[in-house]
C-alpha cells in the first residue's frame, strides 16, 4: 500500500499520517479564509492550519508540536469532530453531520478569522460548530489536508479570502423560510411535477431572459430532464439551434448527460451553425468564445479512432482550427498495447504534487482532466481506483449491496461466481479471490482446453456488466511471481477479447503484493479472466497462476445500482 501522496482523477488521495500542503500562492490564507472541500474515508478528516507548511501530520522526532490548529471531522471512530491548538485538545462535540463515508463523498467548509474563530460545517447545511480561541494564534497562512490511520481522498479544493460576516456574535447567519408558501412557489412545485421534454424545453428557453427567484430550482429540473432524453433533443436542429450558449453548456455539464461523446459532437457542430441541416463552410459561424467552451466540454479521448478522423474531415474543424488541437490531444493521450489493443494512461489532473508534501492547483490541468472523465451511464455507478486495497471496486461494492449493509464476501450471496482453470480445493481458494482477506496459498493449474494447456481464474459478475477502466491483483504468499498474462472480458465465457497484455512484467517481487493497471475498454462485459500467457518464475511448477485477490473498477450496471 503506497505510502506516498498522490493524485488519482480529480483525487488527492493522503495515506495515513501524512499531510497535502496547499501550496499555490492563491490558497494561502493571511490569517483569514475559508478551506472547502469534498472528502471520503474511514475516519479522522483532518484539516491543519499553521504558519508553515511541509510536515507529516505528527512531528514526534523534533521535540514539539508546531503552532497551529487541527479540525478532525469524524474523529473518535467517525463519531465526533475535534479541535486542538497547539496539539492540545480543546473541543469537541458529537454532530451526525461531521462524519464521513468510505463509499461517499461529503461536502465540507472550515473557516477561520483574525479574532481565532473557527467555524466548521457541512456542504450547504444551516449545521454548524463554531469555537472562539481566547488566545488567538498569529501568523496562519498555510492550510494543510492530512489524515490518521487511513487514506483519505479529497477533491474539489477550494479556498476564499473573504470570510462571510458573522451576526449576533457566536451565530452563523442562517436562511429563513417562510412557512406558508406563496402562489409562485406552488407554481413551481407544480411545474417541478412535470417531467415531459417539452416542458422541460419550455423551460430553458424561459428560464435564460428570468431572473425571479426560485429559478434554479427549474432550471436544474429542465436540465435534468433534458439531459437525459438528450438525443431527442438533438433531433430537433431548430429548437436545438435556438438554446443559447449557457443553456447547451448547462446540458453538457450536467451529470445526467449519457450519451455518447460523437451524438454530443454532432449536436455541438449544428448548433455552431445555428441549427443548420447541411453544414458548409459558408454558412455562419457562432461566435469563437462559446465554440471554445463548448468543444472544451466534449469527451473527446473517449471517442473512437474513427470517429475522430470523421471530426477532423467536418467543416467545422476547418472553420474552426482549436478543435484540430483537442482532436490531436485525444489521439496523443493514448497508446497502443503490444496487442494492438488501446491504453489510455492517467489523464491530466487539476492537482499536482509538487513535492513530498506540497500540491499545486491548475484550472487548465482541471478542463483536460474533464474531458477523460466518462459520463455517467442511467441506472449505473463509477468505481474509481484510489489506492491499493481502497474498497472501492465491483467485488467490495456487490459485497455490501452498493454500500446499503455490511460487508459479506460477494460469492457468499451469490451476487458474483469465481471460476479457475482447477477445480476448488484448499490451494484453490474461488471463494476467497473476489473477497478481501489474504489467501496464503491459492493458484490455479493448467488444464488441457482445445489441445493447449491454459491456467486462468475468472469473475463473472452474474447480473451485472462493467466497463472496466483499472484493475487490481493481489499475489499470494509464494515467490511463484507473475511475468506473462492477459486481462480478457467476456459476455459469455465462450469469446473472450484482450483488455490489456503484459509481457515480461516484472512489477510483482514481493509475496503478498498488490499491483493495479489502467484499463481501456468501451464494452461493458459481465465476465473477466486472468489468463496465464507465459511462464511465472517458478521452476518446479511454472505455469501455476498464483492469486489471493483480484478486484475491477469502471463503470457498473445492473439491478439496484444507483
Not at 456542504?123 to 480561541?133: I, K, L, Q
Not at 466534449?298 to 474552426?320: N, S, T, W
Not at 489510455?344 to 474533464?370: C, E, F, L, W
Request: net charge negative.
Amino acid at each position: 500500500m503506497s505510502s506516498l501522496i498522490r493524485v488519482r482523477w480529480d483525487e488527492l488521495i493522503v495515506p495515513p499520517m501524512e499531510c497535502a500542503w496547499l501550496s499555490s500562492p492563491e490558497q494561502k490564507i493571511p490569517g483569514r479564509g475559508c478551506v472547502s472541500f469534498e472528502v471520503a474515508g474511514e475516519n479522522d478528516a483532518t484539516v491543519i492550519l499553521k504558519d508553515t507548511p511541509g510536515s507529516r501530520r505528527w512531528q514526534h522526532d523534533r521535540g514539539g508540536v508546531d503552532q497551529g490548529y487541527t479540525v478532525i471531522i469524524g474523529s473518535h471512530r467517525n463519531s465526533k469532530l475535534k479541535i486542538e491548538r497547539n496539539g492540545v485538545f480543546v473541543c469537541q462535540a458529537e454532530a451526525d453531520w461531521a462524519t464521513i463515508r468510505r463509499d461517499e463523498f461529503r461536502e465540507f467548509w472550515i473557516q477561520v478569522d483574525a479574532r481565532g474563530a473557527i467555524a466548521v460545517g457541512a456542504g450547504e447545511a444551516d449545521s454548524v460548530f463554531r469555537w472562539v480561541d481566547p488566545e488567538p494564534l498569529e501568523g496562519i497562512t498555510s492550510i494543510g489536508l492530512s489524515s490518521w490511520d487511513r487514506h483519505l481522498r479529497y477533491r474539489n479544493i477550494r479556498v476564499d479570502l473573504e470570510v462571510p460576516a458573522q451576526q449576533d456574535g457566536d451565530a452563523l447567519s442562517r436562511r429563513v423560510s417562510s412557512s406558508i408558501p406563496s402562489l409562485y412557489a406552488a407554481c413551481v412545485d407544480a411545474l417541478m411535477g412535470d417531467d415531459s421534454v417539452e416542458t422541460a424545453g419550455r423551460l430553458m428557453e424561459m428560464i435564460s431572459s428570468s431572473m425571479l427567484p426560485g429559478m434554479e430550482r427549474l432550471k436544474r429540473q429542465a436540465v435534468r430532464c433534458l439531459a437525459n432524453h438528450f438525443g431527442q433533443v438533438a433531433e430537433d436542429r431548430e429548437w436545438l439551434g435556438k438554446l443559447s450558449c449557457g443553456a447547451l453548456v448547462a446540458l453538457l455539464e450536467s451529470p445526467a448527460m449519457c450519451s455518447n461523446e460523437r451524438a454530443i459532437f454532432d449536436a455541438v457542430s449544428a448548433w455552431s451553425f445555428y441549427g443548420a441541416e447541411h453544414q458548409t463552410m459558408d454558412i455562419p459561424l457562432r461566435p469563437e468564445e462559446e465554440l471554445q467552451q463548448l468543444l472544451s466540454l466534449i469527451k473527446f479521448p473517449l471517442m473512437k479512432d474513427e470517429d475522430l478522423e470523421v471530426v477532423r474531415a467536418l467543416p467545422l474543424a476547418g472553420r474552426y482550427p482549436p478543435l484540430l488541437e483537442l482532436l490531436d490531444e485525444a489521439v496523443a493521450s493514448r497508446g497502443r498495447g503490444r496487442d494492438g489493443t488501446v491504453e489510455v494512461p492517467d489523464p491530466p489532473t487539476a492537482i499536482s504534487v509538487a513535492n513530498t508534501r506540497n500540491v499545486m492547483m491548475s484550472q487548465k490541468s482541471s478542463a483536460a482532466m474533464g474531458r477523460h472523465m466518462p459520463r455517467q451511464a442511467p441506472l449505473s455507478k463509477q468505481l474509481n481506483f484510489s489506492f491499493n486495497g481502497d474498497k472501492l471496486g465491483a467485488c467490495y461494492y456487490l459485497g455490501t449491496s452498493g454500500g446499503r449493509t455490511e460487508y459479506v464476501n460477494p460469492t457468499v450471496t451469490n451476487k458474483v461466481r469465481v471460476l479457475a482453470s482447477s477445480p476448488e480445493s484448499r490451494t484453490t481458494n474461488v471463494k476467497g479471490a473476489a473477497g478481501n482477506r489474504f489467501s496464503k496459498t491459492s493458484y490455479a493449474t493448467p488444464r488441457n482446453e482445445n489441445g493447449r494447456m491454459a491456467s486462468w481464474w475468472a469473475l463473472d459478475l452474474l447480473e451485472h456488466v462493467l466497463k472496466c477502466n483499472y484493475y487490481t491483483i493481489r499475489h499470494d504468499g509464494s515467490s511463484d511471481f507473475l511475468r506473462h498474462w492477459a486481462l480478457q472480458g467476456s459476455q459469455d465465457g465462450q469469446e473472450w477479447f484482450n483488455l490489456r497484455q503484459h509481457v515480461n512484467d516484472l512489477t510483482f517481487h514481493s509475496p503478498a503484493q498488490f499491483a493495479s493497471w489502467p484499463v481501456s475498454s468501451d464494452t461493458a462485459y459481465k465476465m473477466f479472466r486472468l489468463l496465464l500467457t507465459g511462464p511465472t518464475t517458478s521452476t518446479t511448477t511454472p505455469m501455476n497462476l498464483c492469486l489471493s485477490n483480484m478486484e475491477f473498477y469502471g463503470t457498473i450496471m445492473g439491478p439496484d445500482v444507483h
